[in-house]
Antibody, heavy 122, light 106 residues
Framework: QVQLQESGPGLVKPSETLSLTCTVS??????????WGWIRQPPGKGLEWIGG???????YDNEALKSRVTMSIDTSKNQCSLRLTSVTAADTAVYFC??????????????WGKGITVTVSS | VLTQPPSMSVAPGQTARITCGGN??????VHWYQKRSGQAPALVLY???DRPSGIPERFSGSKSGNTATLTISRVEAGDEADYYC???????????FGGGTQLTVL
């Protein structure tokens, strides 16, 4: 059974870079069947899509965050990563990684990590 | 933009119908997620009306025109959660979530 686990610092200072990793267990991040997404939920707000990455490394990004977001995939570690630069308090959120259940961009996210809370504060 | 009612209340045993409206939903695949407080979202319906393994038959979905509907029959206390619809926007090439509906079981 595939499981996802987010990891990274829980506290980031304003203007610095948030870096998170999603580790896949019980399956391969190199799968040609799936792709991987990042989603966040600010306190008291709804879900916000950050972006998605395919095994090839190609990505789709939220236009509103695109200039600050970098996603990558490390097949040797079975991980994907998210970097968000120049963070502000508005980036405080629970961050989730998720698996899309097939390679089509409209596919649903059927496996989710438990999420990691990231607070931006000095 | 996907529009959902912000909140809804229903008594146990009754039926909850949560709507999701948006342009061109008629030609898009709509997925629904349940998010309980403090937990990760969970997929409850995909492609409007298909249930993943383990989701009870009480959860069903439909679509008419530019509105998709998640129906929860015989609502239980454990169904209390936020529910989000989601599509892929082919114009912007982005995942789009609805604003979410908070379902309260009275």
């Amino acid at each position: 059974q595939v499981q996802l686990q987010e990891s990274g610092p829980g506290l980031v200072k304003p203007s610095e870079t948030l870096s998170l990793t999603c580790t896949v267990s019980g399956g391969s991040i190199s799968s040609h069947v799936h792709y991987w997404g990042w989603i966040r939920q600010p306190p008291g707000k709804g879900l916000e899509w950050i972006g998605g990455i395919f095994h090839s490394g190609s990505t789709y990004d939220n236009e509103a965050l695109k200039s600050r977001v970098t996603m990558s995939i490390d097949t040797s570690k079975n991980q994907c990563s998210l970097r968000l630069t120049s963070v502000t308090a508005a980036d405080t959120a629970v961050y989730f990684c998720a698996r899309h259940n097939h390679q089509l961009t409209g596919s649903p996210m059927d496996v989710w990590g438990k999420g990691i809370t990231v607070t931006v504060s000095s | 933009v996907l529009t959902q009612p912000p909140s809804m209340s229903v008594a146990p045993g009754q039926t909850a119908r949560i709507t999701c409206g948006g342009n061109n939903i008629a030609i898009k695949s709509v997925h629904w997620y349940q998010k309980r407080s403090g937990q990760a979202p969970a997929l409850v319906l995909y492609d409007e009306s298909d249930r993943p393994s383990g989701i009870p038959e009480r959860f069903s979905g439909s679509k008419s025109g530019n509105t998709a509907t998640l129906t929860i029959s015989r609502v239980e206390a454990g169904d209390e959660a936020d529910y989000y619809c989601q599509v892929w926007d082919t114009v912007t090439d982005q995942v789009v979530f609805g604003g979410g509906t908070q379902l309260t079981v009275l």
